[in-house]
T-cell receptor, first 113, second 113 residues
């Protein structure tokens, strides 16, 4: 397997559910990112991890909880989401946070009912 | 707030036509990337430009970085239906001693056969 993979590709959840998104990169990169992409809005950076340590939290509500157990894996734990959280959630990786070239996964299309 | 404005926002053209997409900011960027995102997928890196005035070609796509490194353009010659997608510019600029990587507002291109 190569590149950046994300699972699941699609997720429908109720506002009281708890679910997790998974991202895995096979590129040997040290930095990983979570982005939110909504219709008619630019890509929004949510979290940045470098060598497993969180280096940026872009004022994301606590109902989104990231976890980075190692440089290859990144999770986004979701609980008590709101309908306005429905979006495409994209994971990306790069050699380091100083490297501006990012490689994206295919995303998880999330619908919150 | 840093902003990367892209124009036009939407573009629908016939196969074989030429087009130019613009990416503008008031900030100076150390480098700038262009990505293309197809429906249901994550953005894919097309090119990185680093030097003011730099021109890079990728088959029918020509990318230019402004002399002052505040803007960039993407020109497509003889567009084909396979060029359809969302084009995003992105760049890193330094504010208050910190580098921030931001994505542009996007240009959605549709090429009709």
């Amino acid at each position: 397997e190569t590149g950046v993979t994300q699972t699941p590709r699609h997720l429908v959840m109720g506002m009281t559910n708890k679910k997790s998104l998974k991202c895995e990169q096979h590129l040997g990169h040290n930095a990983m990112y979570w982005y939110k992409q909504s219709a008619k809005k630019p890509l929004e950076l949510m979290f940045v991890y470098n060598f497993k340590e969180q280096t940026e939290n872009n004022s994301v509500p606590s109902r989104f909880s990231p976890e980075c157990p190692n440089s290859s894996h990144l999770f986004l734990h979701l609980h008590t989401l709101q309908p306005e959280d429905s979006a495409l959630y994209l994971c990306a990786s790069s050699r380091g946070t100083g490297s501006n070239e990012q490689f994206f996964g295919p995303g998880t299309r999330l619908t919150v009912l | 707030t840093q902003l990367l404005e892209q124009s036009p926002q939407f573009l629908s053209i016939q196969e074989g036509e030429n087009l130019t997409v613009y990416c503008n900011s008031s900030s100076v960027f150390s480098s700038l990337q262009w990505y293309r995102q197809e429906p249901g997928e994550g953005p894919v890196l097309l090119v990185t430009v680093v030097t003011g005035g730099e021109v890079k070609k990728l088959k029918r796509l020509t990318f230019q970085f402004g002399d002052a490194r505040k803007d960039s353009s993407l020109h497509i010659t003889a567009a084909q239906p396979g060029d359809t997608g969302l084009y995003l510019c992105a760049g890193a600029s330094k504010t208050s001693g910190t580098y921030k990587y931001i994505f542009g507002t996007g240009t959605r291109l549709k090429v009709l056969a």
